[in-house]
């Protein structure tokens, strides 16, 4: 099994707005909607919004500023033998709310080599 995704690493994902019936956009990136037709959709990290911190010293509260936004990137050339231990990597994703959807979603990461995630989800 390959070795990325060691201890250092820090996978924070964004939920862009879920409380809300509309999506908005926390970025230019891609917006996951709801859609019970689909059973599951699977991404790469070449298909998502990620910054990569070589510091490992950011804080949410300095990522999510609006200042920062323009920080992340896709970046459709990066593949995980890219990914170096000793960095962090902020993924932000954004999710459309679907209050008629009569599924119950999972947010599911495919890695057993992730140390920790952090998820944030807004209350307004």
Not at 59 to 81: C, G, L, W
Request: hydrophobic content about 35%.
């Amino acid at each position: 099994m390959s070795t990325f995704w060691k201890r250092g690493i820090f996978l924070c994902l964004f939920f862009g707005y879920l409380i809300h019936s509309h999506a908005q956009r926390i970025s230019g990136g891609y917006t996951f909607s709801i859609d019970d037709r689909l059973e599951e959709r699977i991404y790469a990290i070449d298909q998502l919004e990620f910054f990569e911190d070589p510091t490992n010293s950011l804080t949410f509260d300095e990522v999510h500023q609006a200042s920062f936004q323009d920080q992340f990137r896709i970046r459709p050339d990066f593949s995980k033998s890219q990914f170096d231990p000793q960095k962090t990597y902020w993924v932000k994703v954004s999710i459309q709310k679907n209050p008629n959807s009569e599924k119950i979603w999972l947010l599911e990461f495919y890695d057993q080599t992730i140390d920790r995630i952090e998820a944030f989800s807004p209350n307004d």
